[in-house]
């Protein structure tokens, strides 16, 4: 403020002194003509000339000038510092520098919501670029931490899947030992069993040991990879194949499966780690619809992704749906609203690495009707 008023001050006091010696000239230009008018008069007449008058006149002139030059370039500066002080400065300069100064103490705050200033409030001025810049900084500097919080996240889910999968190896170990006891001890049973209602159950236990054993499989999973053998699949016998292994909770038996899956629909991949994801899926519904009314729909249809043959397959349920709090984030590791007895939130994790490993993707929505719907998009071969 006081660099503005020097400034003008300033520019007044050269304007003044300028203006002084051009107004000098004038009034003296003015004297010169009046006293030769007198002299040509006083020749004219015969009298005697009087120039004390013509110099009164010059002197009063002069000072007369300076007054009304001084008054009006005082009023000038006070008015332009009026204007400058209390319109252009307020509008143009101390209210966006005060914004920025806001934005910024929000910025320390951890403020988001406050700390970007409003597209509306700047202008299209040196300031307003200024503003615009350290919008841009803020928001990729925000943009940077998301990414470095995600990626910590990240970290931590890994470390936690590291040290699962570790555990899993080594619980697959313990229980591949009685496992293989107990598959021959039951083969040697149904070898000898005459009686038909012991060969049933014999059956039944074999099933039963023969899941525990994908379960271990499964479990190895964790801590490498397998090589998968890929080869044309027919989808229907496979979601058949793996809701007989859901079909194991007895909730299964009050809740009706429709497979709308033609015979002909085909997926390249592997059949025990596509049974896998399907499993996980159809469980997951299970899980969620109700006893008695509970519906599940499969369906599937051909569908290319640039230009590469494949099928969607969707595994759709009349149950509450997704809640919008886990929908974002429901493939991530550990995300489950059940993390009891029942659920670990590493079902769909595990279905969604089976499912990327095998060149498809996978996706997860709520149905406008109610009830959620999974879709599965896998690589088909190309049809003849």
């Known amino acids: 403020m006081v660099l503005h008023n020097l400034f003008f001050l300033v520019l007044a006091c050269a304007a003044y002194f300028t203006l002084i010696p051009l107004f000098e000239k004038q009034v003296a230009d003015a004297q010169d003509r009046e006293i030769r008018i007198l002299e040509q008069a006083a020749k004219a007449g015969g009298g005697p ?26 009023s000038i500066y006070v008015l332009a510092v009026l204007l400058l002080e209390s319109v252009i400065m307020p509008e143009y300069v101390y209210q966006p520098l005060q914004k920025m100064l806001d934005a910024d103490a929000a910025t320390q705050a951890g403020d988001r919501e406050r700390e970007l200033i409003p597209e509306h409030d700047i202008l299209g001025d040196e300031i307003g670029y200024l503003m615009r810049s350290r919008n841009k900084t803020v928001a990729a500097l925000r943009r940077q931490e998301d990414e470095l919080a995600s990626a910590l996240r990240r970290l931590e889910e ?46 039944r236990m074999q099933r039963v040991t023969q899941r525990l054993r994908r379960i271990s499989e499964s479990l190895v999973d964790f801590a490498r990879v397998r090589k998968q053998s890929m080869e ?34 085909q997926a390249i991949g592997n059949s025990d780690r596509l049974a896998q994801v399907f499993v996980n899926l159809l469980r997951n519904a299970l899980i969620a619809v109700e006893a008695g009314t509970g519906k599940i729909v499969v369906r599937a249809k051909r569908m290319e992704r640039s230009g590469e043959p494949g099928v969607t397959v969707s595994v759709e349920d009349n149950g509450p749906g997704i809640p919008s709090a886990v929908l974002p984030n429901i493939f991530e590791a550990f995300v489950t609203t059940r993390l009891d007895a029942r659920g670990t939130g590493l079902g769909l994790t595990v279905a969604e690495g089976i499912v990327t490993q095998h060149g498809g993707s996978i996706t997860a929505a709520n149905r406008p009707e109610g009830g959620a719907c999974l879709e599965v998009w896998l690589p088909a071969p190309a049809r003849v």
């Not at 000339?49 to 005082?74: D, H, M, S």
């Not at 496979?238 to 033609?262: F, H, P």
């Open 158 to 203: 890994q470390d936690r899947l590291v040290s699962l999968g570790l555990l899993s190896a080594s619980v697959a170990h313990e229980l591949n030992t009685p496992l293989a006891v107990l598959a021959g001890s039951i083969e040697k049973l149904i070898e000898t069993s005459p009686d038909a209602q012991t060969l049933n159950r014999l059956a």
């Open 49 to 74: 000339i009087n120039l004390a008058l013509p110099e009164r006149t010059y002197e009063q002139e002069l000072r007369r000038a300076k007054i009304t030059l001084f008054l009006v370039l005082g």
């Open 232 to 265: 044309p699949l027919a989808l229907r016998a496979l979601i058949d194949e793996a809701w007989s292994l859901v079909a194991i909770d007895e909730k299964a038996s009050a809740v009706e499966l429709v497979n709308e899956v033609r015979p002909d629909d």
